[in-house]
């Protein structure tokens, strides 16, 4: 099968008309593009990104569907279906979602809480609109663009908070639902690099889930690469994993390993390294939208976290 028949947004690079995340046609066209499930007015430091400037507050968006099926999201109801179906979805073109950030007094936009990495040509809109109006856009993702997508939307991307749950296939496979997907860890820390070196400030999460990614090895492994790649400034965000989903048999993590984990990002030379221990994801759990009554400045959600 040519490359031409395959679409090229994400590192699945799925035969057109095969979209793993349903979100696609059989052309590769990006189906509902301005329908967004999740809306919420939060702030910079919660998703976290916490060196690129004050606290400001952002407009946080999400839709629905995923590229992957991690066992433990905290966010399945968004991520996990193909339909969107029972969310309360509306649409909003750029040009109101702008508005409404204006009128709900934030700085920015963020595009979080399903992966926005399947929803590239509608983020590419709203961002380009935003950095118009003045506004930042953070972006919150699994990091598995392809080097193409990168491209598209970089140049409109002030901030990127970016996933690497492990240096190993295996762990993306039987965690993740990332079977078929080759050389899946190397082509996510390609995504990484790709956006820090187009410019956009970069900042790691890893996720640390009990006998999974938790070993000191991992560790070591990704605060080496984080130090070799981005630079030991770049901080990095170890966050706590609660018991979600499939994986809801398995206990948060420990304060112990948080802090090991932290030591040893430290220890290979890294001079931001952050353990959150009341944090697991930027997350939706109700999805909610402006009120039915048309109120556009009355935002809620309830995170899964608090």
Request: charged residues 20%; glycine residues 8%; aromatic residues 8%.
């Amino acid at each position: 099968m040519s490359q031409n028949e395959r679409c090229s947004v994400c590192i699945r690079e799925c035969p057109l008309g095969q979209s793993f995340c349903q979100r696609r046609d059989d052309r590769g066209r990006l189906k509902y593009p301005n329908v967004f499930s999740a809306i919420y007015a939060d702030h910079l430091f919660d998703k976290p990104i916490v060196y690129l400037t004050k606290n400001i507050k952002v407009l946080s968006l999400g839709s629905w569907g995923c590229n992957l099926r991690c066992l433990g999201c905290q966010n399945a109801g968004l991520s996990w279906t193909t339909t969107g179906e029972g969310l309360g979805a509306r649409e909003l073109d750029a040009k109101a979602i702008v508005g409404l950030a204006a009128r709900s007094g934030c700085q920015g936009l963020c595009y979080t809480y399903n992966e926005p990495a399947i929803l590239l040509e509608a983020i590419v809109d709203i961002a380009r609109a935003a950095k118009q109006a003045g506004l930042l856009n953070i972006y919150i993702t699994n990091s598995t663009l392809t080097g193409v997508s990168v491209q598209q939307l970089a140049p409109f991307i002030d901030a990127v908070a970016a996933d690497i749950k492990s240096l190993e296939d295996g762990f993306y496979h039987l965690y993740c639902g990332a079977e078929g997907i080759s050389d899946v860890a190397q082509k996510i820390l390609s995504c990484i690099r790709l956006f820090h070196e187009a410019g956009c400030h970069v900042e790691v999460r890893t996720n640390v889930i009990p006998s999974a990614n938790d070993k000191d090895e991992n560790f070591r492994g990704i605060a080496d690469w984080i130090r070799t790649y981005l630079g030991e400034k770049t901080p990095w965000h170890i966050t706590r994993f609660f018991p979600a989903h499939r994986l809801s048999h398995v206990p948060a993590t420990s304060t112990q390993t948080m802090l090991k984990a932290q030591a040893i990002g430290l220890k290979a030379g890294l001079k931001h390294v952050h353990a959150h221990f009341n944090k697991g994801c930027d997350c939706a759990n109700e999805a909610s939208l402006i009120k039915a009554d048309g109120d556009e400045n009355h935002l809620s959600a309830k995170s899964c976290c608090e």
